[in-house]
T-cell receptor, first 115, second 114 residues
Framework: GAVVSQHPSWVICKSGTSVKIECRSLDFQATTMFWYRQFPKQSLMLMATSNEGSKATYEQGVEKDKFLINHASLTLSTLTVTSAHPEDSSFYIC???????????FGQGTRLTVV | AQSVTQLGSHVSVSEGALVLLRCNYSSSVPPYLFWYVQYPNQGLQLLLKYTSAATLVKGINGFEAEFKKSETSFHLTKPSAHMSDAAEYFCAVSGGTGGFKTIFGAGTRLFVKA
């Protein structure tokens, strides 16, 4: 159990376009989801925390208008990178948790390349 | 606030030798601690976790870690390294009012020499 799935696994988009990444908890209801960004050869940096039905809480320095997060249901959160630029190219990973469990479960990540 | 410090961005061991990856944490509340492994171009795989039960935690692939509150440490060990252990290892902490917001250390790249 406790499977989190991200889609797509990789995506290439043109500069100036928007791209949406989905994060789904397949076998549990996720009251909280987290989005991380990982640059090559670096650690995972938390971007934002989203609770179902509420606005996301962004970490300092993360542009909320650029990285739109929606957590409309207990099993789905989406991250939309708006007006993407090459510097947004990165590995994006989501995780999901719920009350009563002792860890967050991670998706397999999405490799975004902006050309 | 919570934080994690991993000592050594790179560790190199010979195949069959002891693996020791160091992690120190800072947390104002009882922490949950994790070790994850990441292979190139892949997601995270949970090796083991400490959640306030036994202080010596055994994980997958022969890895284990010991929670030492007095030293605020959670070092990862494996008695005998295998070539397939070469990867990036992340120590992480969560808990407290942040829920399961997981904060990661900078990572340690493990190299295994034949």
């Amino acid at each position: 159990g406790a499977v989190v799935s991200q889609h797509p696994s990789w995506v290439i988009c043109k500069s100036g376009t928007s791209v949406k990444i989905e994060c789904r908890s397949l076998d549990f209801q996720a009251t909280t989801m987290f989005w991380y960004r990982q640059f090559p050869k670096q650690s995972l940096m938390l971007m934002a925390t989203s609770n179902e039905g509420s606005k996301a809480t962004y970490e300092q320095g993360v542009e909320k208008d650029k990285f739109l997060i929606n957590h409309a249901s207990l099993t789905l959160s989406t991250l939309t990178v708006t007006s993407a630029h090459p510097e947004d190219s990165s590995f994006y990973i989501c995780s999901a948790s719920r009350g009563g469990i002792t860890e967050a479960f991670f998706g397999q990540g999405t490799r975004l390349t902006v050309v | 606030a919570q934080s994690v410090t991993q000592l050594g961005s790179h560790v190199s061991v010979s195949e069959g030798a002891l693996v020791l990856l160091r992690c120190n944490y800072s947390s104002s509340v009882p922490p949950y601690l994790f070790w994850y492994v990441q292979y190139p171009n892949q997601g995270l795989q949970l090796l083991l976790k400490y959640t306030s039960a036994a202080t010596l935690v055994k994980g997958i692939n022969g890895f284990e870690a010991e929670f030492k509150k007095s030293e605020t440490s959670f070092h990862l060990t494996k008695p005998s390294a295998h070539m397939s252990d070469a990867a990036e290892y992340f120590c992480a902490v969560s808990g407290g009012t942040g829920g399961f917001k997981t904060i990661f250390g900078a990572g340690t790249r493990l190299f295994v020499k034949a």
